[in-house]
């Protein structure tokens, strides 16, 4: 079936598995699509248009919806990044009919271009956002219409010279630790790396960032499990295997070097840990 509008980026099903949504970063339109029992394209249900723009006029000439996910824990809410109008957008969508019904938006800092969001396990409706553009990550606090950016962290390191884009966020399953990945476009100016943050048990803030260098370009993705980190390094043809310490979040150096073409989003197989 069709979306609504060119370059669609990112899926999401619903915990129940009766619809999927689909964020399309060419027309900024968000769609929902019902599921057949198996799993199938029923129909498309809803088509819902963000707008706005902000102060890149190359990448943020219109809205680019980026990523959209359901909201854990929230009845029938939705939250989408928008990278053109720098804005978390809050939705409900109505389980029935599967109809998107905008209800507000947290306004982030201009030009940031926000890319992708995980929310944590353990404090209700603070979700981190990595912002493309801005090379940062976002605490941000949010309710069912607003919001407000409670921290703002940069995701590489001080004094970096770099011309680069933040890539993905992911958050350990325990939600003691967010990592998030910057891609450095030309291999002479900058070092891609992965940065660790702690976060603190009772206000769900991140700690102060620690770097990773990375020996492979472009890491668009990354994967966590249990005890590694896999980057999907798309400039350098593979998926690497950093192990991970699960108490302290410290990575180590590669392990494996798995070459694959051009990876640009690893996820875990159905079931799989």
């Not at 950016?149 to 992911?170: F, H, M, R, T, Y």
């Not at 967010?178 to 030309?186: D, F, G, I, M």
Request: aromatic share 8%; charged share 20%.
């Amino acid at each position: 079936m069709p979306t609504s509008g060119g370059a669609a980026c990112h899926l999401a099903v619903d915990p129940k598995g009766q619809f999927l949504l689909v964020s399309n970063y060419g027309s900024g339109i968000l769609d929902m699509f019902r599921l057949t029992a198996c799993g199938g394209l029923a129909e498309h249900a809803c088509a819902l248009q963000f707008f706005g723009s902000g102060p890149d006029l190359r990448r943020q000439e219109q809205a680019h919806a980026h990523f959209s996910t359901f909201v854990p824990e929230g009845i029938s809410r939705l939250a989408a990044v928008d990278l053109g109008s720098d804005r978390l957008w809050l939705l409900e969508w109505k389980q029935e009919s599967g109809r998107l019904v905008l209800k507000g938006s947290v306004s982030l800092p201009a030009g940031y271009g926000p890319r992708h969001l995980v929310f944590s396990p353990r404090h209700s409706n603070l979700a981190y956002v990595i912002c493309e553009l801005g090379l940062r990550v976002l605490s941000v606090q949010v309710n069912e219409r607003d919001g407000k950016v409670i921290q703002d962290q940069s995701c590489v390191p001080e004094n970096a010279v770099l011309e680069a884009g933040a890539g993905a966020i992911k958050l350990s399953e325990d939600g003691r630790f967010v990592y998030a990945s910057t891609r450095v476009y030309h291999a002479d100016r900058g070092t891609d790396c992965i940065a660790c943050y702690a976060v603190e048990e009772e206000s769900g803030k991140l700690g102060e960032p620690i770097f990773y260098e990375l020996d492979g370009r472009v890491p668009r993705d990354i994967l966590l499990t249990e005890n590694y980190l896999l980057a999907a390094c798309q400039e350098s043809d593979c998926i690497l295997v950093l192990p991970r310490n699960q108490e302290t979040g410290e990575l180590l150096s590669a392990v494996q070097r798995y070459p694959l073409y051009r990876p640009s989003c690893v996820i875990h197989a159905w079931g799989g840990r």
